[in-house]
Nanobody
């Protein structure tokens, strides 16, 4: 059973930093990409950052220069370093993966349960 588990959310003041972690557990054959999405109350879920197996990354315009996505492939971990946080970054952050479990011939999408980030003074 493949699972994604996020951690690292919390309350931070504007201008502060947080690092989110996403652990992919279970029997995994390969991961093509992992990403962070966020959803604020009353808004649609949006892509924040994505990292491909090649190492290529892309970011939402609103977080470029402030957020950095990285990985530890050996541990199936992905991270989101968030700096210079703003109140508008407040949202539930979700880890997403496109991966192929062992014993499967298909790639499927998986979601974590989400972690809350609140930026407020």
């Amino acid at each position: 059973q493949v699972q994604l588990v996020e951690s690292g959310g919390g309350l931070v003041q504007p201008g502060g930093s947080l690092r989110l972690s996403c652990a992919a557990s279970g029997s995994i054959f390969s991961i093509t990409a992992m990403a962070w999405y966020r959803q604020a109350p009353g808004k649609q879920r949006e892509l924040v950052a994505r990292i491909y197996s090649s190492g290529t990354t892309n970011y939402a315009d609103s977080v470029k220069g402030r957020f950095t996505i990285s990985r530890d492939s050996a541990k199936n971990m992905r991270y989101l370093q968030m700096n210079s946080l703003k109140p508008e970054d407040t949202a539930a952050y979700y880890c997403h993966a496109n991966l192929r479990p062992n014993g499967s011939t298909k790639y499927n999408e998986y979601w974590g349960q989400g972690t809350q980030v609140t930026v407020s003074s």
